[in-house]
């Protein structure tokens, strides 16, 4: 099986910076797109960011200019660097991965359990 795990949440202050990281495992042949979205207190589930198996980045408009997603193909890890953090970007973190594996079923979308981020204010 493909498994995620994310790390890198925790407490933080306004204004203050993490760095989340996902990790995927298993009998991957390639990764394709790599998402990070995020459910806060009271709210449904949303996107953050996004990178594509070519390398394109898409954000919600509210992590632009503060949050960074990048990945690692090599170790097969997906990074989100957020900065200047708010109260409201307090949330479960969780990534997603698509792609193949070198074995049957091929085809994989997995994601991860989630790492808490809080923003104190």
């Known amino acids: 099986q493909v498994q995620l795990v994310e790390s890198g949440g925790g407490l933080v202050q306004a204004g203050g910076s993490l760095r989340l990281s996902c990790a995927a495992s298993g009998p991957i042949w390639r990764i394709d797109n790599m998402e990070w979205y995020r459910r806060a207190p009271g709210k449904q589930r949303e996107l953050v960011a996004r990178?594509?198996?070519?390398?394109?980045?898409e954000y919600a408009d509210f992590a632009k200019g503060r949050f960074t997603i990048s990945r690692d193909n090599s170790k097969n890890i997906v990074y989100l660097q957020m900065n200047n953090l708010k109260p409201q970007d307090t949330a479960v973190y969780s990534c997603?991965?698509?792609?193949?594996?070198?074995?049957?079923?091929?085809?994989?979308?997995?994601w991860g359990p989630g790492t808490l981020v809080t923003v104190s204010s």
């Open positions: 990178i594509t198996n070519f390398g394109i980045m």
């Open positions: 997603n991965a698509s792609g193949e594996k070198t074995v049957q079923p091929r085809y994989f979308d997995v």
